[in-house]
């Protein structure tokens, strides 16, 4: 098997701190990326399928997070689960800063 073959599976990953913990967070594959774009297309901000795109965000770009229900999501501080989605993104070529 190829190099890139082997490394077309392999997740880049580093710690984040997040309310005063670290959690590890991955770079989101080209699959996912486009995933989230779709889902995003043509929505508002503060629209309720918005909190659904952010929620994916992290399900996808944070391996502890597999598990958290709807519930669980919405008891997080909002301001605290927006960063976290801004620097996956971020740690994944999107935004600003991009893969830092």
């Given at each position: 098997m190829s190099v890139?073959?082997?490394l077309a599976n392999k997740r880049v990953s580093k710690k984040y701190k997040f309310?005063?913990?670290e959690v590890t967070i991955a770079k989101l594959s080209v699959a996912q990326v486009m995933e989230i774009q779709n889902?995003?297309?043509g929505l508002s901000e503060e629209s309720?399928?918005?909190f659904d795109v952010l929620r994916?965000?992290?399900q996808l770009g944070v391996e502890e997070?597999?598990?958290l229900s709807d519930e669980d999501f919405e008891n997080f501080p909002m301001d605290e689960l927006s960063?976290?989605?801004q620097e996956i993104m971020k740690f994944?070529?999107?935004g600003e800063q991009k893969g830092k």
């Open positions: 890139m073959k082997n309310m005063g913990e889902k995003a297309k309720e399928e918005g994916t965000v992290i997070a597999n598990d960063r976290l989605s994944s070529g999107l």
